[in-house]
């Protein structure tokens, strides 16, 4: 079983940056693609970024693309989700989210593990 733990979330202004971090337990983590889903009140979780077990790919929505940048860090069994120029509608509770397999993906159901959450808001 592998246990996701995200940190990072917090309260900023509009424009600011901030990074989230996701560290993974278990081996193997480089044969996992992660991806970063965010859900903000009265409204269904959605993707924002994803990224293979290897590092090569990664996937943005298109609210997020150019604004955030996933990575990872295989050595440290952590996923990070970069957000820049971050807006108020960004405000959401942030969740990292793990596949069995390296292939990345941008729907929730090819996801076999997820994390707690982290609260991001951005004020106006």
């Known amino acids: 079983q592998v246990q996701l733990v995200e940190s990072g979330g917090g309260l900023v202004q509009a424009g600011d940056s901030l990074r989230l971090s996701c560290a993974a337990s278990?081996?193997?983590?480089?044969?996992?693609?992660m991806g970063w889903f965010r859900q903000a009140p009265g409204k269904e979780r959605e993707f924002v970024a994803a990224i293979s077990g290897s590092g090569v790919s990664t996937y943005y929505s298109d609210s997020v693309k150019g604004r955030f940048t996933i990575s990872r860090d295989n050595a440290k069994n952590t996923v990070y989700l970069q957000m820049n120029s971050l807006k108020p509608e960004d405000t959401a509770v942030y969740y990292c989210a793990g596949k069995s397999r390296p292939v990345a993906g941008k729907s929730r159901d090819e996801y076999d593990y997820w994390g707690q959450g982290t609260q991001v808001t951005v004020s106006s």
């Open positions: 278990g081996r193997t983590f480089n044969t996992k693609a």
